[in-house]
């Protein structure tokens, strides 16, 4: 939703909502973050709420439903205060949500179009391990065959030019093979829900942690032409042959434009 703030008080106009791990109570109704999202036209919206045994992550745009790979955990606390809507943790090397790509084309914003992300997320991999290690929370890129091109969110540990320490980055693949990046530093791996807001203007791609902008823009700065990527959209995991660490997520949004952060 437009304006989702932070972790300890993200705000849009039906009121702010708290982080549950943050021990604060939320100032509006739990069906008000709800509401707000949807007042905001996603193309999908995956609340993640589902319980075990469940084999259809299901989207409340009532299109776009993903199917659940592996065993991951349901029934994580979840995000928002006030809301009884639990998390899931995506966890082992097949755990995913994956939206086939016969469906997931609305997914592709090849060329310039705008388009939006925005999550919670928490972590339960335990700080930096290598260059190689990621923790992948939303995409649509292919890994193993990358010049099909697509779009990613994810955690880079350890990853230049921040040696040490670890980022949220949006990676674009883009025509001829290019690439531009926008990130920002993570706070240590403290195990509470976080908010990510990722943001393409048709021009650059810019990232928001807890509303706070992207602090580098790593790449040629030029404006992005995005390629289209014919594989499936994916949550949690999309086996790219990086060593996968493991992530709470859950109010996953998509939306055709992009979203005003403050």
């Known amino acids: 939703a437009s304006g989702m703030g932070g972790a300890s008080g993200a705000s849009g106009s039906g009121g702010s909502f708290d982080a ?6 939320s100032d509006a109704p739990a069906t008000s973050y709800v509401e707000e999202v949807m007042k905001d036209n996603p193309i999908a919206y995956w609340r993640l709420g589902e319980s075990t045994g469940v084999t259809t992550a ?20 979840g995000a ?6 639990t998390a899931i943790a995506f966890e082992g090397p097949d755990d995913a949500a994956r939206v086939a790509d016969v469906d997931a ?5 090849s060329n310039d179009a705008q388009f939006s992300v925005e999550l919670w997320v928490s972590f339960t991999g335990n700080g930096c391990g290598t260059s190689a290690n990621q923790f992948h929370l939303v995409e649509k890129f292919d890994a193993v ?3 099909k091109g697509g779009w990613k969110i994810y955690v880079s540990d350890c990853a230049n030019p921040d040696a040490g320490e670890n980022r949220f980055v949006v990676f674009m693949m883009v025509e001829l ?16 829900f976080h908010h990510v807001l990722a943001v393409y203007d048709g021009q ?13 823009l790593a790449g040629d700065p030029k404006k992005v032409t995005l390629s289209a990527s014919t594989v499936p959209l994916s949550i949690g995991n999309n086996k790219g042959g990086v060593t996968f660490r493991g992530s709470v997520l859950v109010e996953i949004a998509i939306y055709r434009y992009a979203l005003d952060h403050t």
């Open 20 to 25: 549950t791990n943050e021990g604060a109570e």
């Open 177 to 192: 093979g290019g690439a531009v990046s926008s990130y920002v530093r993570t706070p240590s791996m403290d195990r509470e």
């Open 204 to 216: 650059t791609p810019k990232i928001y942690l807890d509303g706070k902008a992207d602090t580098k």
């Open 58 to 77: 299901q989207s409340a745009t009532g299109v776009h439903h993903a199917t659940f790979g592996g065993t991951p955990a349901f029934a994580r606390p």
């Open 145 to 147: 065959t990358a010049t």
């Open 105 to 109: 084309s609305a997914f592709e914003f």
């Open 80 to 85: 928002i205060a006030g809301d009884s809507d």
